[in-house]
T-cell receptor, first 114, second 114 residues
Framework: NAGVTQTPKFRVLKTGQSMTLLCAQD?????MYWYRQDPGMGLRLIHYSVGEGTTAKGEVPDGYNVSRLKKQNFLLGLESAAPSQTSVYFC?????????????FGPGTRLTVL | GQQLNQSPQSMFIQEGEDVSMNCTSS?????WLWYKQDPGEGPVLLIA?????ELTSNGRLTAQFGITRKDSFLNISASIPSDVGIYFCAGQGSWGGSQGNLIFGKGTKLSVKP
């Protein structure tokens, strides 16, 4: 039982490049989330999913897209990376809705956009 | 939107000291959560509070859900070196929809006194 895993762990992009971050969970959780964490800030929700095939916008969705084609995977895409997207990205999952259940976090992906 | 004010931003501890931190909000929350994040890791849930006035302990950690539902505190008794890290509070508002997502404080960084 690996919990929540994220790939890659580190990535450096040039402005305008695209990439996809992969999150996988093996706990059969319905809910999955993508957060970003910037220095001196708490986590801010980018997008989330309440089940396979569904996605919804969080607090800071601009510049990102997501897909949940399989229940265990939640992909975060950057179509045209910008320096403002330099951050640490965390994926999380939970069985029940936020507040009703623990969110389990992955180890994070550190992204630098030059 | 909903915001959380977490204080102090940072503090130094000496082994054996008690530590206290708190979060306040301008909005009412239904759930308060306290997470700890170690360097290079994702946040890990410490304590979850679901009812106004609730006082919950987890080992040396004690947290309370304020009566007004707009604040929460976390106490760590008899601190040890492995307590260092960043502690985040998180609140959850109304059930369902985007209002049900977690809002995170900016964190309290615990360091060891030199």
């Amino acid at each position: 039982n690996a919990g929540v895993t994220q790939t890659p762990k580190f990535r450096v992009l040039k402005t305008g490049q695209s990439m996809t971050l992969l999150c996988a969970q093996d706990m059969n959780h319905e809910y999955m989330y993508w957060y970003r964490q910037d220095p001196g800030m708490g986590l801010r929700l980018i997008h989330y999913s309440v089940g396979e095939g569904t996605t919804a916008k969080g607090e800071v969705p601009d510049g990102y897209n997501v897909s949940r084609l399989k229940k265990q995977n939640f992909l975060l895409g950057l179509e045209s990376a910008a320096p403002s997207q330099t951050s640490v990205y965390f994926c999380a999952s939970s069985y029940l809705a936020p507040g009703a259940d623990t969110q389990y976090f992955g180890p994070g992906t550190r992204l630098t956009v030059l | 939107g909903q915001q959380l004010n977490q204080s102090p931003q940072s503090m130094f501890i000496q082994e054996g000291e008690d530590v206290s931190m708190n979060c306040t909000s301008s909005s009412i929350f239904n759930t308060w959560l306290w997470y700890k994040q170690d360097p290079g890791e994702g946040p890990v849930l410490l304590i979850a509070l679901y009812k106004a006035g609730e006082l919950t302990s987890n080992g040396r950690l004690t947290a309370q859900f304020g009566i007004t539902r707009k604040d929460s505190f976390l106490n760590i008794s008899a601190s040890i070196p492995s307590d260092v890290g960043i502690y985040f509070c998180a609140g959850q508002g109304s059930w369902g929809g985007s209002q049900g997502n977690l809002i995170f404080g900016k964190g309290t960084k615990l360091s060891v006194k030199p």
